[in-house]
């Protein structure tokens, strides 16, 4: 099993940048597969960015893409969320995430997959 702990969330001015950060107790089998997902007051949880451990290759959804960056730190087992021209529609809880999908299934566009694995949550605020 993965522990998982998020850290980096704050409040920002739009166009302003964070950096999250998620560090995992351990790489194993559980964390082949990594993602970031935000919800916001009063709407279900979504999808921002998954990355397949297995050789980096990366999902974003669209509203974030050009703008956020998830990368990896696989000799410190971190997962990082480069997030830059933030907007007041950005603000939520983020959460960290992983399991341990392949390459194909963690980066679908045509399908969020189920995730075993979650952190406690880091707040963004982005104010206008």
């Known amino acids: 099993q993965a522990q998982l702990v998020e850290s980096g969330g704050g409040s920002v001015q739009a166009g302003g940048s964070l950096r999250l950060s998620c560090a995992a107790s351990r790489s194993t089998t559980s964390t082949r597969c990594m993602a970031w997902f935000r919800q916001a007051p009063g709407k279900e949880r979504e999808g921002v960015a998954r990355i397949s451990t297995d050789g980096g290759r990366t999902y974003y959804h669209d509203s974030v893409k050009g703008r956020f960056t998830i990368s990896q730190d696989n000799a410190n087992n971190t997962l990082y969320l480069q997030m830059n021209l933030l907007k007041p529609e950005d603000t939520g809880m983020y959460y960290c995430?992983?399991?341990?999908?392949?390459?194909?299934?963690?980066?679908?566009?045509?399908?969020?997959?189920?995730?075993?694995?979650w952190g406690q949550g880091t707040q963004v605020t982005v104010s206008s």
């Open positions: 995430a992983a399991d341990s999908w392949g390459p194909t299934t963690c980066i679908s566009a045509r399908e969020t997959p189920n995730f075993d694995f």
